[in-house]
């Protein structure tokens, strides 16, 4: 089991989130919002990131409608907000780069 990382100061999370300018703070957690052309490309999205997580050792808290992935990082053994979600936040971003929705994208 991996140890716990410390958790950042609040000047941390707000440096970390000026490199991540999708991102929001939720309480004790990073968030963001994907949306994708279709359903297929969200779950393809997702099961990408599953393996990244998986090898991480850190999942992320999401849901799936349709072509939106709604997302939040936090570390639960440290209570916050840690560098692992700072990480996990911009491997998802990377994995996500090429998955936009066309400007017809619609949720049913």
């Given at each position: ?73 936090t570390t639960h053994d440290a209570g916050g907000i840690t560098e692992r979600d700072v990480v996990l936040a911009r491997e998802m ?16």
């Amino acid at each position: 089991m991996t140890p716990v990382p410390p958790r950042l100061t609040p000047a941390e999370v707000a440096a970390a989130l000026a490199s991540l300018p999708a991102w929001r703070r939720e309480g004790d957690a990073l968030a963001r919002e994907y949306v994708f052309g279709d359903f297929g490309e969200a779950f393809a999205f997702m099961a990408r990131v599953a393996l990244l997580a998986e090898r991480l050792d850190h999942h992320p808290d999401w849901r799936n409608v349709w072509s939106r992935v709604e997302v939040r990082l936090t570390t639960h053994d440290a209570g916050g907000i840690t560098e692992r979600d700072v990480v996990l936040a911009r491997e998802m971003d990377r994995v996500s780069v090429g998955h936009r929705p066309p400007s017809s994208a619609r949720s049913p």
